[in-house]
């Protein structure tokens, strides 16, 4: 008992001591002028090479180019996605972003509380009246939401063009409302240059955890290269990890999501659809930071930039002139209205 | 002849909070050297860390809000361990809570009264959170199945299933929640004291407090918590005293499980009146480390569960200049400290190395 209450006092002291300390690079209290955004992480957090990560990089561009103090706060559980929000807002943040759809409530209860806080939510979620209008969004927040289903149109295109089979394939990771649009698109884009095209589809499972399962991408990937398919497109997380995987084995291609996927499996990567979520989070600051920052919806896609496929020295080899040549030309009718690219199936 | 009994409860008191205590301050030395190395001063982080869960009405309402999810996990934990049971299966049984509370919540007409809706929602949660743990408990008593394995297995196929209800039937599109209850809304103390005002702490603080003092009474001042105690102690000799032993591991696991799945109520009917997918993600693991801090004492269960509320609320406030992984590190510091020092433990670790020794000695011999 004694020995305990000496060591518990040691460390007491030793405590103490080590609070005095502050080491030369320590952080000290942001001041000055210049924008200061926050940002919450959907839970999962940083280092997903995928939204999360984009995110981040439109905060670095923004510090970078915009002089910005940017914060960034990582929930763990339900009520942290609120708390975190709250905890940035509470502290006067010219702009809070909220990354990812499950934010919804959390951001729109926030922009009531906090009128004079501009608030920016990635992948918002739109609810809809009886009669299907979206309901109007509070003046400080904006609903930052890309068209997925354009750019899968043309790496479904792209696809059919290169991949010599008449299968292509598609592998999504949980089987929900939000990949279903990049389903939907790229089935749209296979038919549209090849009618006569099947295009096989399947899902990692029901669960989240289908977004964070290699094993089971490698499995379906394997039968579907097996049954003829020569490109398949991922829309699932870390599950298509095992897609790649899969497609290096093979010798076959796979195409990326989100990001540009072509370090995953070089030579394999045909190409990657990319959602620009960095631009969309730069340009928020910099409506903030000119003053002409408006509440509402704004839709990021082919036209705006703010989505589309990766073409660059990596993967011009495995496209052929003539394939690039027609895809600017669909894109060309998309932005045009003239094709219009489902957004469920 | 009072006088050396209350002396006696104070030295109990005193050797009981001497192995938190100790576990706390190692716990924040290593903190101390972990923010140094991290390159920020030790002295502001903690006081961030304070200032952002105990230092506003706003953080306490947050820790209040982690505190009632973690009082009814450790309950959940602690009550199976006294029967020397080792529920694994909270996280389940707590996802399966808020489930039913919400699926009662949905079914019932908006006009129900609040007071008969919230207790239906709450006899749903205990309810669904009692078949879950019913589960390994009667597989244990009818055929001596590991419960630790059952219940882990059962948290998979518990948390699969609502997920597949969820995703695949109830929620509301582009989300992955139900749609917000008709009835069963418990008030938020934001709403009758205004400094908590924008925290999710809500009255289920109460129920939870509440249902710590019920395990404790039917513990330690019912006959079935002395046949409960008594099987968690030494399992022979009860049943040679006349104790039905498998009844009792039954009636264990069945208590455990309801407790867990009351923690469900408090995001369910008293933060955002829908259920979410991992709506408490991580709780009912955390459950095992407060029941083990509290030393499976409900008294302890409670202190244990504000001291672990407050870190993981902590990590928040201090996400700016460190990263939140500290947090997770000062919580696994605080375990491993206290796991080596709690008797509980320390029985089995040593019963662990004596079969070690005697597996090494047969295998010497053969």
Redesign the interface.
């Known amino acids: 008992m004694r020995r305990t209450l000496y060591l518990l006092g040691a460390l007491v002291a030793a405590h103490l001591l080590l609070l005095t300390i502050t080491p030369s690079g320590a952080t000290i209290a942001p001041e000055g002028e210049g924008l200061d955004i926050g940002i919450v992480f959907d839970v999962g957090g940083r280092g997903d090479k995928s939204f999360n990560d984009g995110a981040y990089l439109g905060g670095l561009l923004a510090a970078d180019s915009l002089s910005a103090r940017v914060r960034y706060i990582e929930p763990g559980e339900g009520s942290d996605r609120e708390a975190g929000l709250r905890l940035l807002a509470a502290e006067g943040m010219d702009l809070v972003l909220a990354v990812g759809f499950i934010f919804t409530d959390d951001v729109l209860t926030l922009a009531k509380d906090y009128p004079d806080v501009k608030f920016a939510g990635v992948d918002y979620a739109l609810s809809f009246d009886d009669a299907g209008n979206p309901l109007p969004l509070p003046d400080n927040l904006v609903a930052l939401k890309f068209r997925e289903e354009e750019g899968s149109f043309l790496v479904g295109a792209m696809a059919a063009l290169v991949g010599e089979s008449k299968k292509v394939g598609f592998i999504g990771g949980m089987d929900i409302g939000l990949i279903h649009k990049f389903e939907a698109g790229y089935r749209a884009g296979v038919m549209h240059v090849c009618p006569d095209c099947e295009v096989l589809v399947q899902y990692a499972g029901v669960t989240p955890e289908a977004f964070k399962n290699p094993g089971k991408g490698k499995e379906l990937a394997l039968s579907q290269y097996n049954q003829g398919v020569n490109v398949i497109y991922h829309a699932s997380g870390s599950t298509g990890l095992g897609v790649f995987e899969a497609a290096r084995t093979t010798g076959k291609l796979a195409i990326g999501v989100d990001a540009d996927q072509y370090a995953e499996a070089p030579g394999h990567v045909l190409t990657s659809m990319v959602k620009g979520i960095d631009a969309a989070v730069f340009d928020a600051a910099r409506a903030v930071q000119d003053g002409t920052f408006q509440g509402g919806v704004r839709v990021f896609g082919l036209a705006e930039r703010g989505v589309g496929y990766v073409y660059d020295d990596n993967n011009r080899a495995l496209i052929p002139d003539s394939v690039r040549t027609r895809l600017q030309a669909l894109e060309e009718d998309i932005i045009a209205g003239r094709i219009r690219v489902p957004s469920t199936r | 002849m009072s006088a050396p009994r209350e002396h006696g409860i104070l030295m109990r008191a005193a050797?009981a909070l001497?192995a938190p205590?100790?576990a706390v301050?190692?716990a924040?030395?290593v903190g101390?050297?972990l923010i140094?190395t991290y390159?920020?001063?030790?002295?502001?982080v903690?006081a961030l860390l304070l200032e952002?869960t105990w230092g506003n009405a706003?953080g306490f309402g947050?820790v209040l809000?982690?505190t009632m999810t973690l009082i009814c996990t450790g309950l959940a934990f602690a009550y199976a361990a006294r029967a020397g049971l080792f529920n694994v299966g909270a996280e389940g049984q707590l996802a399966a809570g808020g489930f039913a509370a919400a699926l009662i919540g949905l079914a019932l007409p908006v006009a129900t009264p609040a007071v008969a809706a919230v207790l239906l929602c709450t006899a749903g949660a205990m309810g669904a959170g009692a078949v879950t743990g019913a589960v390994p408990g009667v597989l244990r008593a009818r055929f001596g199945a590991s419960e630790v394995i059952v219940t882990i297995m059962l948290n998979f196929i518990v948390?699969?299933l609502l997920?597949?209800a969820v995703?695949?039937h109830l929620?509301?599109?582009?989300?992955?929640h139900t749609e917000v209850m008709q009835a069963g809304f418990v008030s938020r103390l934001g709403a009758f004291l205004p400094a908590f005002a924008?925290?999710?702490a809500n009255l289920t603080i109460v129920i939870a407090v509440i249902a710590a003092v019920v395990a404790w009474w039917a513990m330690f001042r019912t006959r079935s918590g002395f046949e409960l105690r008594a099987v968690g102690l030494q399992p022979d000799a009860a049943e040679y005293g006349g104790v039905n032993v498998p009844r009792t591991w039954l009636r264990a696991m069945i208590w455990s499980g309801a407790f867990a799945g009351l923690g469900g109520i408090n995001?369910v009917l008293g933060?955002?009146h829908y259920y979410?997918?991992?709506?408490?993600?991580?709780?009912g693991f955390l459950g095992i480390a407060v029941a083990l801090v509290g030393r499976n004492h409900p008294l302890g269960i409670i202190a244990a569960a504000l001291l672990f509320a407050t870190l993981?609320?902590g990590?928040?406030?201090v996400?700016?200049?460190v990263?939140?992984q500290l947090v997770d590190i000062l919580q696994a510091v605080v375990i491993l400290a206290v796991a080596t020092t709690v008797p509980e433990v320390q029985r089995l670790l040593q019963r662990a190395a004596s079969a070690a020794v005697r597996r090494g000695s047969t295998e010497q011999t053969t």
Do not use: C, H, R, W
Request: negative net charge.
């Open positions: 050797q001497l205590v100790l301050a190692i924040m030395v101390d050297l140094l390159g920020e001063s030790p002295g502001t903690y952002g706003y947050q809000y982690k948390l699969a997920n597949y995703a695949s929620a509301v599109p582009e989300t992955l924008g925290s999710a995001f933060y955002k979410e997918e991992g709506f408490a993600a991580g709780s993981s609320q990590g928040l406030a996400n700016a200049l990263p939140k």
